[in-house]
């Protein structure tokens, strides 16, 4: 709308620019300071409330002149002052004189007229830089760009309640970067705002409690700091307690909320702390109440989904705490009917908000029930709780989409929604719809949410694998965020877990030898996991030996083809020698892992493919023939870690396990690995671990023991 | 208060200290929690009734714990007790908690409305702690909260100013568990299980949920309630009316030169000629420094037939006259005295008649909705009558007592230049140099710095009171209070007078019948004289300078209604209906009267 009236505005100020405005500017231009004077008060009169008059002013280049009175040393003090004051008036207006005063190099200035000892000059200069910084047009780093300027404001910060006021609300506007923390932080902005939370002014309080807010945010040394605090011999935590009374104004009890939460977050105040428990968590589940203001429900909503996020006591608190769980409901209720019928003005003011409030719900929600099952039930028996997930997985909005697949990914975690109500909405097919095309944070999200929509129990997995997933998950593990490769190749992993056959073919197909090869070489060790995890599903050894072979086959062919695609290579291979060859590879990439710098996680998995491979009779040899991987294995069988010694021992007694229904040279091979491994020292390390603590390593070494003495 | 001795009273642990303290500390909460209950008509609930229970509950700890004896087979074996008393709809917002000592299979924290015994399940209203259902007046429960268990605080907060009820757990709101809750409910507990054993705090310890919070944001609503309460077409008036109280106030109780200030800023009249504010002024100084005689002198001469018209309120200013002899400071017995004149009779510092505020004075409440000479007795027969028949009266007599500084003419003048010492007026004994006098002020003024318990009202009465008790030690020093101020000729007059009076009382009896409240005025005063020291005597509440205060406004009130002006200022009957308006509240159980107390708004 602005946009569009803005030619012809333009035009009919021009034709009225002579008539009215011009002579206000005129009068800047008087040789006699008195008359300039006169002049700038009545530019002020005139200005008052007249947004027409101010674009009217800018326009005739008012701007800069009153800059220049603004900035001469021999203007009197009274001049310089309603110069500040017009500024600021002119401030006031619409973000387009924001932009014109910004261009015409107002805030280096105004900060130049903070030097001044004059206060009514320094009041309304801050006045005005006021106006300027808290409007979103301006860039916050003008605040920044000379350092002394925060050491100078954080002094002037003494001298009267209105400097207070101007120059907190300037700092809780610009403090928006980690950096900016840090810069307010080092010059002192604690100890010197602290005092003002029991200032008379309420406003200066109000403005000193943002900026603690902004402040802490995120931010542990802030936070740290903050928790030490005395104002007037009271601990800053509690000051904020008190901010949070009942009867305090609404706006003072959330901004000392989001004070505490912050703290909290940051690990400065502990979870079950009475201040957080029966203070700041009941404060902000009354301003997620029907009786409060849409903008403060959305911000009560968000910041106890902050709060709670990662305490599972919290969130069962939060859930008993009037009713929170259908409170939220009525979240999802704007615009009402009522609304739409009464007046209009209602109608726009919910429809501006049903968009926040939906997903301040539904962040709210997936806080809520990230842990405890019982909560996520009481979730999903709200009513049509799953509809309006499913129906706000496809919203416009990319803010709602993104709540609701949180919220649907926080509740997948439950076995139980799983196989009843995620099935019953079929949630899957919105998800996979949500999958072909969105932002990376969605996918990130989404694609988690089909991780546990792939686990073996899931009722969805199957008709989610009719739907020709498996490309897109191949293709997220191409990506370059790291979280959507793990999720990718985590999602194949689950998928392949007990899978059959031909799934298990189709993933290696899709996936690519090469891709899986590269995929154990990535930088991010929880890919390296979950690709190691997919390698140890498809060796499974759930299917007997043959279906094993035939896979590691298919693998392997699927690699040749590729080389025979990119390299012409002749097409005359023996499959043996395809086996020794490329089973080679994979014997690489294992030795490589473990004598890599990774986690026991890692390795673990690791020793896990190798006891999958030990279980192949064709695969044993090449174990057998490497002794590299030999040796790591007698050093595993070794380690301090009990996780390790199981894995190692478990692929050594895959390695001597005796088939029964083996083939004569399946004997002999048996028994020619039994004989190497004790000449390797095995025999005295099973006997050795026959004694250990841990039960389960006793077991396994004794039933390798039995090996060797049947 | 009374119903707390009463309860004391009852119980055998009276002697215990320990209990004593907690008794105190209960009753300092409850009178905290709930400022607005009045404990004479609605007691609050202290501990369980050991009346109003199931023979399957035993009751132990000061009637607190609460345990299941009974066999707890099935539901027909449930039990439960109630609190002594129903909640008063004046606490505006109830609470007490339950801790789970010992958990059984089922528990039940409930609330009960007056009712017999037999059938608690009719308009009963609990929370159950196996299943977390909530049950309203039947057998079946909703999903209501978590479930509850051993160490477990259960609290159940009644708002009775919406009706409704929420209940607690460990300190955390659960929300809205019932509405439209009706009257008089009785906090309660259930029990079913052997075993069971729970602990009711009904204020004795601190709670652990912040009832206080949750009252101050009630408190906060209802008193934007009534800020934003719409006014309506009268809007403009607004102004006006309060401009109009503020200057009547001033007016009625005689402050001339505040009034007239008032009037000229504001731009407002007064209604009263100037002359006589001043003339009630003096007279009511007069009655207020006991000097009754002077005072009756003075309304004769300024407004005849003012007293002749209304015997019954001579006859009290008569009675007090004789009360001010004994006590020595009327004129007609100070005149025998060697005493200094100034003794007792002036109050330090100026304004003198500053009128008593809010719940000090008990006064007051009824002062809107009973005119004050009938809460005295006295009913003016004759009042219809009195006024315009006199016009012109004060004007005839204001130029011999324009200036209050005129009160003193019909003192005897051995000290007139010591009046005006700073501590002039703060002895009430014999004076005898100038320097012991300052010894003893010195004394008195650290004694009035060291009284805490003085009453918050007007500093001269507290200051006289002290010294009135400082007196008795002093007795031997300065043998002060005497009979008459001690003189002889002065107890002869004194008892001459009382003779008068007695034949006053039968002049009246004669002509207007019997009058029961002379007879016990008179009978009062007598009683007096029978006394070796009436000031420490079962009747010497008499001799506090305080009771000038009924006969001082009952008379100006007189004066003013003989004027044809209102005899109360509308200032004190708004407050007055006001506060009554609150009490009536209390009631018809509207809860909010507990949050919009008139001495909320007085500061």
């Given at each position: 709308m602005a946009c569009l009236l803005e030619a012809p505005l333009r035009i009919s100020v021009l034709s009225e620019v002579t008539a009215t405005s011009r002579h206000y500017v005129d009068r800047l231009f008087d040789p006699d300071p008195q008359k300039v004077l006169q002049g700038v008060i009545d530019m002020k009169n005139a200005v008052i409330g007249n947004n027409k008059q101010k674009a009217n002013l800018i326009v005739l280049g008012a701007v800069p002149r009153l800059l220049y009175l603004l900035q001469q040393g021999s203007s009197s003090s009274e001049l310089r002052a309603e110069c500040a004051v017009v500024l600021g008036s002119l401030a006031m207006g619409t973000e387009n004189n924001i932009k014109s005063l910004v261009d015409c190099h107002i805030i280096p200035a105004l900060l130049q007229g903070l030097l001044c000892p004059d206060l009514i000059f320094i009041e309304a200069c801050l006045r005005c830089l006021r106006t300027v910084f808290i409007s979103p047009v301006t860039p916050v780093q003008l605040l920044y760009t000379d350092p002394t300027v925060i050491p100078h404001l954080m002094s002037l910060l003494s001298r009267s309640q209105r400097t207070q006021e101007y120059i907190t609300q300037i700092f809780s506007h610009c403090c928006k970067t980690p950096e900016h923390q840090t810069v307010l932080f080092n010059h002192g902005a604690i100890q010197n705002i602290a005092p003002l939370l029991i200032s008379p002014s309420y406003k200066v309080r109000m403005q000193a409690l943002k900026c603690f807010s902004v402040l802490a945010y995120e931010n542990t040394q802030v936070s740290m700091t903050l928790v030490n605090v005395l104002v007037d011999e009271e601990l800053l935590s509690q000051v904020f307690v008190r901010m949070m009374q009942r009867d305090q104004p609404i706006d003072m009890q959330l901004t000392a909320a989001k004070c505490l939460t912050y703290m909290c977050r940051a690990g400065a105040i502990r979870t079950d702390d009475s201040c957080i428990v029966l203070k700041t968590l009941p404060c902000l589940v009354r301003m997620c109440s029907k009786e409060r203001l849409l903008e403060e429900r959305v911000e009560g909503a968000e910041t106890l989904a902050y709060l709670m996020e990662p305490d599972v006591e919290l969130q069962r608190i939060a859930s008993v705490t009037d009713h929170l769980v259908a409170m939220l409901a009525d979240y999802f209720k704007y615009p009402s009917s009522v609304s739409a019928i009464t007046d209009i003005k209602r109608l726009d003011h919910d429809l501006k908000h049903a968009h926040e409030l939906r997903q301040a719900a539904f962040k709210l929600y997936a806080s809520l029930g990230s842990n405890d099952e019982d909560i996520r039930k009481k979730i999903t028996e709200t009513e049509n709780m799953m509809d309006r997930i499913v129906s706000g997985l496809s919203e416009s909005s990319v803010k709602v989409r993104l709540a609701a697949v949180r919220c649907l990914h926080s509740l997948s975690r439950s076995v139980q929604q799983l196989r009843t109500s995620f099935h019953d909405h079929a949630v899957w097919k919105p998800l996979m719809k949500l999958l072909q095309n969105a932002p990376d944070e969605v996918l990130v999200m989404a694609s988690s949410t089909l991780c546990n929509l792939l686990?073996?129990?899931?009722?969805s997995k199957e008709p989610i694998l009719e739907s020709g997933v498996i490309e897109l998950l191949c293709s997220l593990t191409q990506s370059d965020s790291p979280a959507l490769r793990v999720n990718g190749i985590w999602a194949l992993m689950n998928m392949a877990f007990q899978a059959d056959q031909k799934v298990k073919g189709e993933i290696v197909r899709a996936l690519g030898t090469e891709q899986l090869f590269r995929l154990l070489s990535d930088p991010d060790s929880n890919v390296l996991m979950k690709t190691l995890g997919l390698l140890r599903n498809l060796l499974s050894t759930r299917p007997p030996v043959p279906v094993l072979l035939k896979l590691l086959h298919s693998l392997l062919v699927e690699l040749i083809d590729q080389m025979e695609h990119s390299a012409a290579v002749p097409s005359s291979w023996h499959i043996d020698q395809v086996m020794s060859s490329h089973g080679k590879q994979i014997m690489q990439a294992v030795t490589l892992i473990l004598e890599g710098e990774h986690s026991i996680e890692v390795k673990e998995q690791t020793l896990c493919i190798l006891a999958n491979i030990a279980d192949g009779n064709t695969a044993k040899e090449l174990i057998m023939t490497n002794d590299d991987i030999l040796q790591k294995i007698k050093y595993y069988m070794a380690h301090s870690n009990v996780k390790l010694q199981l894995a190692a021992t478990f692929c050594i007694s895959n390695l001597i396990w005796n088939e029964e229904d083996g083939e004569a040279n399946a004997m002999t091979g048996s028994q020619e690995r039994q004989d190497k491994l004790r000449e390797l020292g095995f025999v005295d390390i099973l006997h050795k671990l026959t004694q250990a603590s841990d039960p389960n390593l006793c077991d396994r070494a004794k039933t390798a023991m039995q090996q060797y003495l049947a | 208060m009374d119903a707390m001795a009463e309860l004391g009273a009852g119980s055998l642990l009276l002697g215990d200290p320990a209990f004593n303290y907690q008794e105190a500390e209960l009753n300092e909460r409850l009178k905290r929690l709930y400022p607005a209950v009045n404990e004479d008509e609605t007691p609050l609930p202290r501990s369980w009734s050991p009346k109003d229970k199931y023979s399957y509950i035993g009751l132990s700890q000061n009637n607190l714990r609460v345990h299941y004896k009974g066999h707890g087979k099935n539901h027909k074996d449930a039990a439960s007790v109630r609190a002594t008393h129903p909640i008063p709809a004046a606490c505006g917002i109830y609470y007490f908690e339950v801790k789970i000592v010992s958990k059984g299979l089922d528990f039940l924290s409930s609330l009960l409305p007056l009712s017999p015994i037999p059938g608690w399940d009719k308009h009963s209203y609990g929370y159950h702690g196996d299943d977390g259902h909530s049950f309203c007046s039947s057998g079946t429960g909703q999903p209501y909260g978590p479930t509850f268990t051993t160490g477990d605080v259960i609290g159940c907060c009644v708002n009775l100013i919406n009706n409704t009820c929420f209940y607690t757990k460990n300190g955390i709101s659960l929300g809205v568990a019932f509405t439209d809750l009706p009257p008089n409910l009785y906090p309660t507990v259930g029990l079913q299980t052997p075993g069971e054993i729970v602990d009711a705090n009904f204020g004795q310890q601190p709670f652990v949920f912040d009832i206080e919070d949750y009252m101050s944001e009630w408190r906060a609503k209802i008193h934007g309630m009534i800020a934003r309460f719409p006014i309506g077409e009268r809007l403009g008036e607004w102004q006006a009316v309060l401009q109009n109280m503020v200057s009547t106030y001033l007016v009625h109780h005689g402050y001339c030169a505040t009034a007239t200030a008032f009037a000229r800023a504001t731009e407002t009249l007064i209604q009263e000629d100037q002359t006589s504010i001043k003339n009630r002024q003096r007279i009511q100084k007069l009655v207020l420094a006991g000097r009754v005689g002077e005072a009756i002198e003075a309304t004769q001469q300024l407004y005849p037939g003012l007293l002749e018209h209304n015997p019954n309120l001579l006859f009290m200013l008569k009675c007090r006259q004789f009360v001010e002899m004994v006590n020595g400071t009327d004129s007609e017995v100070r005149c025998f005295s060697i005493r200094s004149p100034k003794s007792q009779d002036s109050y330090p510092g100026s304004p003198s008649l500053s009128p008593r505020h809010g719940a000090t004075n008990p006064n007051l409440h009824s002062a809107g909705a009973d005119s004050p000479t009938c809460s005295n007795g006295v009913t003016p027969p004759n009042k219809n009558k009195s006024h315009n028949k006199y016009p012109g009266v004060s004007s005839a007599s204001s130029s011999s007592s324009s200036s209050p500084s005129s009160v003193n003419y019909s003192e005897s003048n051995s000290t007139d230049s010591t009046k005006s010492q700073p501590h002039s007026g703060t002895s009430n004994q014999e004076e005898t140099s100038d320097s012991e006098m300052e010894i003893e002020a010195e004394h008195y003024t650290n004694g009035v710095a060291e009284n805490p318990s003085a009453r918050i009202m007007n500093g001269t009465y507290k200051h006289q009171e002290i010294l009135q008790a400082q007196d008795i030690s002093l007795e031997d020093s300065c043998a002060s209070r005497q009979l008459c101020g001690g003189n002889q000729a002065a107890t002869e007059r004194m008892i001459q007078f009382g003779r008068e009076l007695q034949g006053l009382n039968e002049q009246l009896c004669r002509e207007y019948g019997k009058n029961v409240t002379h007879k016990k005025m008179l009978q009062d005063a007598f009683s007096l004289l029978a006394y070796s020291d009436p000031w420490n005597c079962p009747v010497g509440q008499q001799l506090d300078p305080m009771q000038r205060e009924n006969i001082c406004s009952a008379l100006n009130s007189a004066i003013l209604e003989s004027q044809n002006l209102p005899k109360q200022p509308p200032l004190m009957l708004a407050l007055g209906q006001a506060t009554e308006c609150v009490q009536l509240m209390a009631r018809v159980r509207s809860g909010s009267c507990s949050f919009a107390r008139v001495d909320n708004f007085l500061h």
């Open positions: 686990l073996e129990f899931s009722p | -």
